[in-house]
């Protein structure tokens, strides 16, 4: 379902036009309007969902599916060294446009695009204790 006051929805279904790359009856591929990099595309549902916890499994496998024929494009038209797949839940982890959708950052070398986060420590015991209990949800 199509929420009134969401600019993706409007975006995914056409109502505001947008640099489109690719479109089918369950997807839009636009360029981003404010790039991290040249090129850089987002995959947005035109069924709306909110994030990661909303969009069912098997539109995220199309979704995903997709992106791979989408990145392949993008490399032989960008000719990019290398691509990001972002994708952004919450506020708190940058998420701004509450519709579910995939950022495809294209990278070059000596760009100054930063997704890095300094490495942190575990200790064995409870990384297996952990893995148990997020294992027991799936
Ligand atoms: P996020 O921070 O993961 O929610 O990403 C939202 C992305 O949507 C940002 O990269 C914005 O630049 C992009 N964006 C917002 N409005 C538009 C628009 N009208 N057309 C294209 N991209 C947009
Ligand atoms: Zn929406």
Redesign the pocket.
């Known amino acids: 379902m199509a929420d009134k006051e969401c600019?993706f929805c409007k975006?995914a279904n056409g109502e505001?036009p947008?640099a489109t790359i690719y479109e089918n009856s369950d997807f839009r591929v636009?360029l981003?309007?404010?790039p991290a990099n040249r090129g850089h595309a987002?995959i947005i549902p035109k069924e709306h969902f909110k994030d990661i916890f909303d969009i069912d499994a098997v539109t995220a496998g199309k979704l995903f599916s997709l992106a791979t024929e989408v990145a392949r494009a993008m490399k032989s038209v960008l000719h990019c060294d290398g691509m990001n797949i972002v994708q952004?839940n919450g506020i708190i982890a940058?998420?701004?446009?509450f519709h579910f959708?995939l950022?495809l950052i294209p990278r070059y070398e000596g760009d100054h695009v930063d997704l890095h986060w300094a490495q942190g420590e575990t200790v064995p015991t409870e990384l297996q204790e952990l893995a148990k209990e997020i294992r027991k949800k799936i």
């Open positions: 600019i975006i505001i947008s636009i981003d309007v404010a987002l952004n940058g998420q701004t446009v959708h950022h």
